[in-house]
């Protein structure tokens, strides 16, 4: 994992992810751009370096960078803290607390429902 480029993980089946995770990168800027790759399109290496197995992928996003693999809320935080100006301050935000206590069932709740989110598809109750 050391060395590798700044991914966000995410569903590339579900069309609210998919609209997420584009969004979020077009707003990522700078020498060392991340990358938004869904999970189904991750070399299987770079799964099993990270850990994390297909049941893992599904059920979150996940971020991973060269100090931290995270999933969840502190994935689209992370993701968002590689953004620049207010997005980047959000991204900072979810990761203190209290913010961060509600952030974590906020993003259950979404995962869990986000076949009803704009975007969403069928694939996406595949949780």
Excluded: N
Aim: net charge neutral; aromatic share 12%.
């Amino acid at each position: 994992m050391d060395g590798a480029r700044p991914t966000l993980i995410y569903d590339g089946e579900c069309g609210f992810c998919t609209t997420a995770a584009h969004w979020v990168a077009r707003h990522w800027t700078g020498p060392d751009v991340p990358e938004a790759i869904p999970w189904q399109r991750l070399p299987e290496d770079r799964g099993a370096d990270l850990e994390l197995s297909g049941d893992d992928f599904a059920r979150s996003a996940w971020w991973a960078d060269g100090a931290r693999v995270e999933g969840g809320y502190r994935a689209v935080a992370y993701a968002l803290r590689a953004t620049h100006g207010p997005w980047a301050l959000a991204g900072r935000v979810l990761l203190v607390p209290p913010v961060s206590w509600a952030a974590a069932p906020g993003y259950r709740l979404v995962a869990r429902y986000r076949h009803r989110l704009p975007g969403g598809t069928p694939a996406c109750r595949a949780l």
